[in-house]
């Protein structure tokens, strides 16, 4: 009996007058931090095990494979990046997204798997290490006594995904500079400057490599109160090609897509004020709507800015052009909750109760200058494709997914989507899982032939998984996985090299 | 007698401008020990927007603890800006959103983004010593 409800059997709930008298010990004591309910409800709760955090780096263990590593993922490394250190000086980030980024590597060979990981050491990192308590406040946590920071840069986390370019690995946040971080040991080299003018710029965590070997990537200016983009077109070795300013309204954009000729945002009916964090800065707007907003890669200036359904849009797939038409892969939100509200409530009754996205396509007509969402029931998120593929018409989406009766909010399951046919291959880990991205590595020569890698959290029993997939046989089973020796936190974003 | 009379008429006499103190800058989170810290002292918003500097000073970073004393500034409210040059090009660098580049700070470390009003970094002097922190960070 929580102390809620203690004060309800009492009856004392609303006889607010009536409580001093009693001079009930329980109504005194301060409330529970949220690092003590953490450390608390973790036992009842062992989802909350995602959430845990690590507090040091992980040295090189070896795992061997159950079953046969493709040979086509011989000598591969994958990597993934996400929120881990979510604890300093018994005090407990609120939000997901706040931890400080930490690298995973799992370098593939025929007989098993070596892991290893380390901390991004940026300079929110360092600086935090050496006061040993958090300093700033993060995307959603407050921090008390929390000191100014001056600019996005003081509170790069660098904790959301990976670019690997030019054999090196850059690990990348949204609101500020990559860092560079060593493809082997992990160790931390420096930040990533394209140019000085571009020093301290935005440079989101989803750049796209286009059918023509470029890469681009954005950044959102509306962190900065600016009603604007930065693009940036950097060749396929990231030495930057050029880069320029356009107008964009003042939303929360994360990701983009990318075909031949366009480039194409969503902007979610969201608007900003100065808060005290960026999560609170943030006004969902549900009745009004979002905006599409493509942008022409060779001129650099919009040629469509159309309004459209209001949603949310974390992440987008495969899109391509035909004739003057788009289609654009995306994983829709009904709304904003999952940013706004629903990762920060980790303990609360709502745990993991939240909305998943679901498989859509977002049609834009350039002649009729209209856009259409064609949204499906089907679960998906951290949505990837058969990269060969890029801006080409294809039909196969992968994801992490939700089986129909998932007794957690999370996702348990991966999945490719036809989006033609609607159908769907999917693996179930179970009710005691939470799946992670899946990244797809081709093999043979036609769409979807190869394999997808990803990892897996094993919650209850406490163990992380390291999975690999037939591409076109999700539904068989891993081919090969490893049981690792212990439990990472939730990741976001990965690569494979 | 005649010696302290003396002194009396000297002190009566440098008085209206004898009010001055000196003021210590401790500059904190100086995380790179090389450049030079330009330092610019404004006694209102004006002189602060049109750039025209009551006192300021050039100062080499050699140590974590670095410090700086403006001397004699007579009493009065004034707001100090400061940026270290780590390039030695003489100015602050900037990026193309205008934000600096380079580490900088106010007098009275004010919590905002974006460049400060007089109010927001002013301090005051009068006789005593005046001792500040300016965060660089």
């Given at each position: ?5 203690f ?8 006889c607010?007058?009536l ?15 949220f ?6 409800k ?9 959430w845990?955090g690590?507090?040091?780096d ?5 795992f061997t494979?159950q ?5 086509a993922l ?17 005090q407990?980030y609120?939000?997901?997204f ?19 990981g ?5 300079k ?7 006061a040993n308590?958090?300093?700033?406040n993060?995307?959603g946590s407050?921090i008390?006594n929390?000191k100014h920071?001056?600019?996005?840069e ?6 959301i995904?990976l670019l690997p370019?030019?054999n090196?690995l ?8 990559p860092y560079?971080?060593d ?10 400057s ?7 710029m935005?440079?989101?965590?989803h750049?796209?490599?286009?059918s ?5 990537n954005?950044?959102?200016?509306s962190f ?6 930065i693009?940036?077109?950097l060749?396929?070795q990231?030495?930057l090609?050029r880069?320029?300013?356009?107008d ?8 983009f897509?990318v ?10 009916p ?10 609170s ?15 022409d890669?060779?001129?650099l ?6 309004p459209?359904?209001a ?10 052009q035909e ?8 994983c829709?939100?009904k ?5 706004l ?5 980790v ?10 996205s679901?498989?859509a396509q ?8 209209t856009?259409y969402?064609?949204?499906?029931t089907?679960p998906?998120?951290f ?5 060969r ?6 039909q196969?989406?992968?994801?992490v ?8 909010g999370?996702?348990?399951s991966?999945?490719?989507i ?6 769907v291959?999917?693996?179930n880990?179970g ?6 991205e ?5 093999d ?13 959290l094993?919650f209850?029993?406490g163990h992380?998984?390291?999975?690999v ?12 996985q490893?049981?690792?020796?212990s439990?990472?936190?939730?990741g976001f974003?990965?690569?494979?090299v | ?10 002190l009566?006499?440098?008085t209206?401008?004898?009010i ?8 904190a989170g100086?995380?790179?020990?090389s ?13 602060m927007?049109s750039?025209?500097?009551?006192q300021?000073q050039?100062?080499?970073v ?9 001397a ?5 409210h004034y707001?100090?800006m400061v ?6 090009n ?9 934000i ?15 460049p ?11 006789s005593?010593?005046?001792q500040?922190t300016?965060?660089?960070e």
């Open positions: 009996m929580n102390r809620r409800d004060v309800k059997a009492l009856g004392l709930a609303g607010g007058a409580a001093p008298s009693f001079s009930l010990k329980a109504l005194a004591e301060p409330p529970l931090s690092y003590q309910e953490f450390n608390l973790i036992k009842d709760y062992p989802i909350l095990r995602a845990e690590l507090t040091a992980i040295v090189p263990r070896r494979w079953g046969k590593l493709p040979e011989n000598g591969k490394t994958f990597y993934r990046n996400g929120p881990a250190r979510v604890v300093l000086a018994n407990r609120t939000h997901w706040d931890g400080d980024g930490f690298v995973h590597r799992y370098a593939f060979d025929p007989k098993g798997l070596t892991h290893s380390k901390f991004v050491r940026t929110k990192f360092i600086e935090e290490t050496n308590r958090f300093l700033y993060g995307a407050v008390a929390s920071s001056k600019s996005a003081a509170v790069n986390t660098a904790n995904s370019v030019n090196e850059w690990a990348l946040w949204e609101a500020a500079m560079k971080v493809p082997i040991t992990l160790a931390t080299e420096r930040q990533v394209l140019e000085p003018v571009l020093d301290g935005p440079f989101s965590a750049p796209h490599a286009d023509q070997g470029h890469l681009w954005f950044g959102d200016l900065f109160g600016q009603s604007k983009l693009i940036y077109q060749t396929s990231g030495k090609t880069y320029a300013m356009v964009a309204p003042q939303s929360y954009v994360h990701d897509a075909t031949d000729n366009y480039l194409i945002f969503y902007f979610p969201i608007t900003k004020r100065r808060g005290d964090t960026l999560i800065s943030m006004t969902w707007h549900g009745n009004n709507e979002g905006e599409m907003l493509v942008i890669k060779n001129t200036t919009p040629v469509l800015r159309t459209f359904d949603g949310f849009v974390f992440h987008f797939g495969n899109a391509w004739d003057n038409h788009l289609t654009i892969n995306a829709w939100y709304n904003a909750d999952i940013m509200k629903d990762v920060k409530m303990t609360e009754e709502k745990m993991g109760k939240h909305d998943r679901t498989a977002i049609r834009i007509d350039l002649t009729q200058k856009a969402l064609d949204n499906s089907t998906m998120e949505v990837q494709f058969d990269s593929f890029a801006a080409k018409a294809t196969i989406q992968y994801g997914h939700a089986s129909k009766h998932a007794a957690h999370e996702y348990n991966i999945a490719s036809n989006t033609q046919s609607g159908k291959d999917s693996y880990f009710d005691n899982f939470i799946t992670e899946p990244l797809f590595v081709p043979g020569s036609k769409q979807g032939e190869g394999y997808l890698v990803n990892t897996g094993d209850v029993s992380t998984y390291c999975c997939f037939d591409a076109l046989h999700i539904a068989d089973g891993p081919v090969a490893v049981k690792l020796d439990y990472m936190p939730l974003h990965g690569a494979i | 007698m005649k010696t302290h009379l003396s002194a009396l008429t000297l009566t006499l440098t209206p401008v004898a001055a103190a000196d003021v210590t800058v401790n500059f100086l995380n790179q020990l450049g030079e810290l330009y330092i610019a002292v404004y006694p209102s918003e004006e002189t927007q750039h025209r500097a009551i300021s050039i100062v080499s050699h140590k974590k603890g670095q410090k700086a004393v403006l004699d500034l007579p009493s009065g707001g100090i940026f270290q040059d780590l390039d030695k003489r100015d602050l660098n900037t990026n193309l959103l205008g600096p580049t380079e580490p900088y700070g106010f007098s009275a470390n004010p919590n905002i983004m974006g400060p009003v007089f109010a927001d970094i002013q301090f005051e002097v009068s005593a010593p005046v500040l300016i965060n660089m």
